[in-house]
């Protein structure tokens, strides 16, 4: 309650005059403001930017936050510092949308002793006592990749396919998920082999310069296997570039579903992209809500998600999905 005072001063001082000549409630409206430090992984991609959209949405001043974000530019380290940021300044809540799912015991342990609960969001995080945070809301991205894959089986039956896979951040639960439903394709299909495979970290300039790479080497292929709607784009530039047909010579298989790779998707361009949810803003306003009545979240809550491949798909369609 401490620090909700303190920064109710701040904002009465920042805010003051405007709210009184608005005419809002200026004594007691902010004391219920509740503060929250979002450590967010950066802004590598479209799916990461609606992501971040979404939690200033619904964790608005209007809707009785203050929303503290950090980008931490796809390394964790800047995450833990944040952390540690954020306990000092003794926010109410943590969100935390983890770059990997590793060497998060510390930093949260800490968070723990200062008695501020933490939501993880999107990825996963393997820390030896789960008590270490409040509940965990995201995406089965291991479900995710098989879905993609038994679409390649049922739609690509008895073609030989040489695969170009691009990876997500390595430790990452996307990556992770991802990369073992295709290492199971793999080995269960004989005609598949893997061409080349690498990071392209989630980012349409890392996706490009692989792809564009793999073809000056030579390697022949003609299917991608791209992590991300991005490294997709990134994978259909460098195509394009070549002389190549995405769609016709390379298949292309995408993540996330973001409204540009869906019209991609119309085009013919990307085959199949599976659909990977970012809009965690009201689900973890609905968490805090929970905690604050002192009620106790779900511990793993898993988002429903849907897939799609041109058949059926309309503008009507990718102009109501929100993002
Ligand atoms: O698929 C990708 C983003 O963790 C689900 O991270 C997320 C992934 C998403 O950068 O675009």
Redo the contacts with the bound molecule.
């Keep these: 309650m401490k620090k909700r005072l303190i920064l109710l001063l701040a904002a009465m001082l920042l805010l003051g005059g405007c709210a009184a000549s608005q005419g809002k409630p200026a004594d007691n409206a902010y004391e219920d403001y509740i503060v929250v430090g979002f450590s967010q992984?950066g802004a590598?991609?479209?799916?990461?930017n609606a992501n971040t959209r979404s939690m200033q949405q619904a964790l608005s001043a209007e809707n009785g936050y203050r929303l503290i974000i950090d980008d931490a530019q796809q390394k964790q380290e800047r995450q833990i510092t944040a952390i540690r940021n954020f306990i000092h300044q003794g926010v109410d809540y943590i969100v935390l949308a983890p770059t990997t799912e590793q060497g998060w015991d510390t930093v949260l342990a800490e968070a723990k002793a200062a008695q501020i609960p933490v939501i993880i969001v999107?990825?996963r995080i393997d820390v030896a006592d789960e008590g270490l945070f409040a509940c965990w809301i995201g995406?089965d991205?291991r479900l995710q990749g098989d879905t993609a894959v038994r679409w390649m089986e049922e739609n690509l039956a008895g073609q030989p396919l040489q695969i170009v896979h691009l990876q997500?951040n390595y430790g990452?639960?996307?990556q992770i998920g991802r990369t073992e439903s295709l290492d199971i394709g793999v080995a269960a299909n004989p005609g598949w082999t893997l061409a080349a495979r690498d990071s392209g970290d989630?980012t349409q300039a890392k996706g490009q310069e692989l792809v564009e790479a793999y073809l000056a080497g030579g390697i022949g292929f003609n299917l991608i296997f791209a992590?991300?709607?991005?490294m997709a784009y990134g994978a259909i530039d460098a195509l394009k570039k070549n002389g190549l047909v995405p769609g016709k010579d390379v298949t292309i298989i995408s993540?996330?579903a973001n409204r540009t790779a869906l019209q991609m998707v119309m085009k013919g361009e990307i085959s199949f992209d599976v659909e990977?949810n970012?809009l965690h803003g009201p689900r973890v306003q609905a968490v805090i809500e929970q905690l604050e009545r002192g009620e106790t979240p779900p511990k793993f809550t898993f988002v429903e998600e849907s897939a799609f491949g041109a058949e059926g798909l309309t503008e009507e369609i990718i102009d109501s999905r929100g993002y």
């Design positions: 992984v590598e991609s479209d799916w990461r999107d990825r995406s991205f997500g990452s639960s996307a989630f992590e991300n709607d991005n993540f996330d990977c970012p």
